[in-house]
């Protein structure tokens, strides 16, 4: 299809380039750098007797450092004169764009409950509102990253082996962390507020050393970076999303049963209601702690693993996506595994379907609008429990 007006934008709106595809009905565009791209074709450039399957002339491909990222617009005849009319294209591609959007807040939905189950767990048995966090689920991804591309000169390794020692890693480092520091803050007595603005500091010293390691470019894993999507109904996936979003779910639900029937769980859920009270039953409140650390860590991890599949890895990735993660766990009442997930859920859901009516670079206003909502009507959250005071 030659001459066809293809328009390539940032994912905000601000202009790439603008073109039209050769006699083979191919085009390309070298974009500026990693990151999220718009790209529109323009149906009133099209033979009057074609039109873009569905209606849908808008794609937004991810773009990794490196890699190229193919993007496809069907073409389908128009209704002859005296055939039915095709439904409404404009119907149809809304219909077609709310769908992907809805399934890529999923997606992005359980990445966020994934991290905000780590900072709920650590809440619930320390009341500690971890600024750090963020940097947890950073690390994960840049460990994992490491391991995958051999950065320090060995071989690297497939990302499956690698994730699941960025895992073992970073379990290892919650459980040092908490020993040596946390731990002992705890035992001298510092109120959770100070350790609410010492975790600020933290956050602060763990980013800059990130970025020191790592570097301040954005990155991605050497596999999975380029796959053919498929397309489920109205949605394009690629497996990975799919592979990625169940390994999502089985963990939340597996974590979740866990703290309701096993034995560390129920121990968890003691030193979450009364940490005096649990330590006089026998129950080694230390230790309890120092497992959700090391669960918790490792949780987080994992989730910026996941977020390195979605996006490109940089060192500010955990940073960016915290005010979600306080979001999601707020939303769906602090402390509980469960609440995590539809908290999570709602706010992923509901910022990548905002983007239908509102500016991207807005999208998380209407997230942080809806927790504010649900909180005046309901302070605990959706799932959380009511506390007296006084």
């Known amino acids: 299809m030659n001459g066809a007006k293809i328009v390539v934008t940032t994912e905000d709106g601000q202009p790439v380039q603008e073109l039209t595809t ?56 128009k209704a002859a004169p005296g055939e039915a009319p095709a439904a409404d ?15 890529e807040g999923l997606n992005l939905g359980l990445i966020i409950a994934l991290a905000a189950l780590g900072l709920s767990l650590i809440y619930g048995t320390t009341g500690l509102t971890n600024f750090a966090h963020g940097e947890l689920v950073t690390l994960g991804a840049v460990v994992a990253f490491m391991f995958n591309t051999g950065i320090f000169g060995w071989s690297g390794m497939p990302l499956e082996l690698a994730a699941l020692l960025s895992l073992i890693v970073c379990g290892a480092f919650g459980y040092f962390q908490d020993r040596f520091f946390w731990g002992r803050l705890r035992k001298r007595g510092t109120g959770v507020i100070a350790m609410m603005i010492i975790s600020i500091g933290v956050a602060i ?42 390994i999502e779910l089985f963990v939340l639900i597996v974590v979740g049963v866990a703290l309701l029937k096993t034995r560390l769980g129920k121990a968890a859920r003691a030193v979450s ?37 979605s996006q490109s890895l940089k060192f500010t990735m955990g940073q960016d996506i915290l005010l979600l993660i306080f979001a999601g766990v707020t939303l769906g009442g602090l402390g509980t595994a469960f609440g995590a997930l539809v908290g999570s859920i709602v706010v992923g859901v509901f910022i990548q379907v905002s983007t239908l009516w509102v500016p991207p670079e807005l999208k998380s206003v209407g997230a942080l609008a809806i927790l504010i909502i649900v909180l005046l009507v309901r302070p605990q959250g959706i799932l959380g429990r009511r506390e007296r005071i006084g």
């Open 273 to 309: 209601d009364n940490p005096a009270l649990a330590a006089s039953s026998g129950i080694d409140v230390d230790r309890v702690i120092r497992i959700i650390w090391t669960l918790g860590a490792a949780i987080a991890a994992l989730a910026g693993i996941m977020l390195g599949l």
């Open 205 to 246: 010293l763990l980013r800059n050393m990130i970025q020191f390691f790592f570097g301040a470019q954005n990155e991605s894993f050497s596999d999975y970076t380029a796959q053919a999507g498929m397309e489920l109904g109205p949605i394009t996936v690629a497996p990975k999303n799919l592979w990625a979003m169940g």
């Open 22 to 77: 050769n006699a083979q009905g191919t085009w390309e565009v070298a974009v500026p750098k990693a990151g999220k791209y718009k790209v529109t074709l323009d149906a009133s450039t099209l033979p009057p007797n074609l039109q873009p399957r569905g209606g849908q002339n808008v794609r937004t491909p991810q773009v990794f450092e490196g890699n190229v990222s193919t993007v496809l617009f069907p073409l389908e005849a």
């Open 89 to 103: 294209p404009s119907e149809g591609a809304l219909f077609r764009q709310a769908a992907q959007l809805a399934f």
